[in-house]
């Protein structure tokens, strides 16, 4: 057969040989290239802040650089042996996020002499790789964790009711502190819960997604019998339950959307999305009213330039507006800036602030694409993979990064009341960041077994063989 544009083959019918196998690209040269760009530009931030305060490189630099390196490359080695087809922009991204997280913290350390928090975040950091490598060394089938739902929930109410056993710190009861050891266990607990979430919804999802007993006159707005609602909504309550007596309502709100999302994404109803925005607002209106603690964050949102104008000073959210309007488009360079007067949660809650008043809008913004390509990579693992605990799983893992990122950045630039969370892998905090990095592992599993399935390999003859997912309780999912 000829065309214009030359010779051209077509499908002989006679032919019996099957079509060559299409190989998948593993990409792990373009990861390996990616993470050297993240650790380079890290440590190209840690000797620009040097320079600002100091005038000269600092004398660590070359060995936060090969500290951050070597991690770095541990993670890649062990991706590159035990998860060989994982998304190549999952790790580089989890890295140039936590070295930017380093040199933020490193860099208001410089302003507050007597507590310096730098040191613990990069063993911590070390911690979070570490158990990074675990996961992806050992786990080598997913699917394996949803034997374990119910041994996870209970370990998830359990680690969030054992801060209730500690006196509250900032107004919250979040934290377990043992001989100068701290711990938030609502860290943990958010993975344990969207293990639990994905493992029942994925097993009950056609009893969810028929229509049960109608609300009232509306045809449309029909839930599922109570026998199988029922125990995923009573686990739900309990977690928000313990989170409201502690006074910890990021995480809350964090829980309750991850609930939502996910019922959505296992029933493809819609409806659920407008019950719990409508439950949402009720229960923020009610809480902003009955709790002192929260209703004080809700009148500096509404008014937070009050305290200038009675001549108390600005408030922590007022000066994080201020840093963000000092930044500018492109900010004030690192190093430069004067972030550190928004007070103790410089380093945890507002962050953020210190990146937009030193990088300016298009550091923030790349920051926030960073996010949301970490976000991105996971809901398209979900949508790759063929069995629906996986699909769960990834959508809520990615989930609990994007409302994370919503919740902490709108509470600092004033789009919605302030909540205490930790930014992922910038802001201070141990749990957070080993949180975040076993999440991200997690993710690299998925993408691992998304692409793995659709390989055909090296089989004699261009045969296609089944992928790992291909077993009979979810052929026709």
């Known amino acids: 057969m000829t065309t214009k544009a030359g010779p051209t083959l077509a499908a002989d019918p006679s ?10 690209l593993r990409r792990r040269g373009v990861e390996f290239t990616l993470t050297v760009v993240a650790v380079l530009l890290s440590v190209y931030g840690y000797c620009a802040v040097g320079l600002a305060k ?15 390196g070597v991690l770095a490359l541990l993670a890649h080695l062990v991706v590159r042996l035990r998860a060989p087809y994982a998304d190549p922009l999952l790790l580089p991204i989890a890295v140039l996020l936590n070295g930017l997280g380093l040199v933020l913290i490193h860099r208001l350390d410089l302003e507050t002499p007597a507590d310096h928090a730098a040191p613990a975040q990069l063993n911590w950091s070390t911690l979070g790789v570490a158990l990074f490598i675990t996961v992806v060394a050992l786990l080598r089938d997913h699917r394996v964790l949803q034997r374990y739902a119910y041994v996870s929930v209970v370990a998830a109410l359990a680690l ?8 509250p710190v900032n107004g919250a009861r979040i934290w377990v502190r043992i001989a100068g ?13 969207a293990l639990f979430f ?63 999302i996910m019922l959505y994404v296992a029933t493809g109803r819609t409806g659920w999305i407008a019950v719990g ?37 600005p408030n922590q959210l007022a000066q994080s507006l201020f840093a963000f309007a000092s930044g500018g488009l492109l900010g004030t360079g690192l ?52 069995d629906p605990f996986g699909r769960l799983l990834a959508t809520g893992l990615a989930s609990i990064v994007a409302l994370q990122v919503f919740v902490i950045a709108g509470g600092v630039t004033g789009l919605i009341p302030l909540t205490g969370m930790a930014m992922p892998f910038l802001a201070q905090g141990g749990s957070s960041v080993v949180t975040n990095w076993i999440i991200v592992a997690l993710l690299m599993r998925l993408s691992d077994s998304a692409r793995r399935q659709d390989d055909p390999g090296p089989l004699p003859g261009g ?3 089944a992928g790992p997912l291909d077993g009979p309780e979810v052929r026709g999912a």
């Open 54 to 68: 100091n005038g000269t490189v600092p004398p660590g630099a070359a060995d936060y650089g090969a500290g951050l």
């Open 160 to 167: 969030l009711a054992l801060p209730i056993l500690f006196p």
């Open 277 to 313: 925005l409508l439950l949402a607002c009720v229960g923020a209106v009610a809480v902003g009213w009955l709790e002192p603690h929260v209703h004080s964050r809700v009148e500096d949102w509404l008014h937070p330039f009050a305290s200038i104008e009675a001549g108390q000073g």
């Open 198 to 260: 994905a493992s029942y919804l994925a097993a009950n999802r056609n009893a969810l997604a028929y229509a049960g007993r109608q609300i009232w006159r509306f045809k449309r707005l029909q839930l599922p019998t109570g026998r199988v609602l029922g125990p995923i909504v009573t686990i739900w309550l309990l977690s928000v339950g313990v989170l409201v007596l502690e006074r910890d309502l990021g995480t809350s709100l964090l829980f309750f959307g991850l609930f939502v």
């Open 181 to 193: 050891f701290s711990l938030q266990p609502g860290e943990f607990a958010k993975v344990l819960l």
């Open 335 to 386: 190093g430069l800036g004067h972030s550190i007067l928004i007070g103790f949660a410089a380093k945890s809650d507002f962050i953020l602030a210190t990146a937009g008043e030193e990088l300016g809008l298009a550091g923030l913004a790349a920051i926030f694409l960073l996010y949301a390509l970490l976000v991105e990579r996971g809901f398209r693992a979900g949508l790759a993979l063929r």
């Open 15 to 24: 032919d019996p040989s099957p079509p060559p196998a299409v190989r998948l």
């Open 463 to 465: 045969t296609l063989p």
